[in-house]
């Protein structure tokens, strides 16, 4: 079965430094990969997505992910964090097995952001 | 715009009684999706269903039910043999049933009291 583990619960930045959220994947085959980010009270927006191609993946907010398959790995970065990115990150996961999309999350990084 | 409504965003029920969440999209999305998140345990699939009229069980389907009697509209029924359904509740849905990101509602808080 397809798992997803975020080793870090909780990351404190500094407003301006760079940013590396981890996620590590389990999965038998190539996976597809996700990375969510959801503010208090509120539903899940995509950032950025990795299906297949070039390995490192551009998203939205400045946000970028590269995936690497040797480590099993999709990890998120930043180059500068700013105060509004402070929010829940979730990587996910979604086998391609021909049925539904059932995503498995991980259980997230909570990030804040000190000024 | 199109997008993903659940209601209501609060929601209270007391113990031993069935309470059911909306969620009605306008994407025209084939497969939607209910998902329960508890701090520390990210989010776990409830139920899913690929088309009308057709739903399976998810993860933690015990205590929940849910009809798809219409491509727009997934409501959950949490009902009193849930033992602990206090919780943030999550809609979402995909437009093909594999290999496409989901759309997520804005959540429904069920508070049990």
């Known amino acids: 079965a397809q798992s997803v583990t975020q080793p870090d619960i909780h990351i404190t930045v500094s407003e301006g430094a760079s940013l590396e959220l981890r996620c590590n994947y389990s999965?038998?085959?190539?996976?597809?990969l996700f990375w969510y980010v959801q503010s208090p009270g509120q539903g899940l927006q995509l950032l950025l997505k990795y299906f297949s191609g070039d390995t490192l993946v551009q998203g939205i907010k400045g946000f970028e992910a590269e995936f690497k398959r040797s480590q099993s790995s999709f990890n998120l970065r930043k180059p500068s964090v700013h105060w509004s990115d402070a929010a829940e990150y979730f990587c996910?996961?979604?086998?391609?097995?021909?049925?539904?999309?059932?995503?498995?999350f991980g259980t997230g990084t909570r990030l804040q952001v000190t000024l | 715009d199109g997008g993903i409504t659940q209601s209501p965003k609060y929601l209270f029920r007391k113990e031993g009684q069935n309470v059911t969440l909306s969620c009605e999209q306008n994407l025209n999305h084939d497969a939607m999706y209910w998902y329960r998140q508890d701090p520390g345990q990210g989010l776990r699939l409830i139920y899913y269903s690929q088309i009308v009229n057709d739903f399976q069980k998810g993860d933690i389907a015990e205590g929940y039910s849910v009809s798809r009697e219409k491509k727009e509209s997934f409501p959950l029924t949490v009902t009193s043999a849930q033992k602990n359904p206090t919780a943030f509740y999550l809609c979402?849905?995909?437009?093909?049933?594999?290999?496409?990101?989901?759309?997520f509602g804005q959540g429904t808080r069920l508070t049990v009291v």
């Open positions: 996910a996961v979604v086998g391609n097995t021909g049925t539904a999309s059932k995503l498995t």
């Open positions: 999965y038998g085959a190539t996976p597809y």
């Open positions: 979402a849905s995909t437009h093909k049933t594999v290999n496409t990101e989901a759309f």
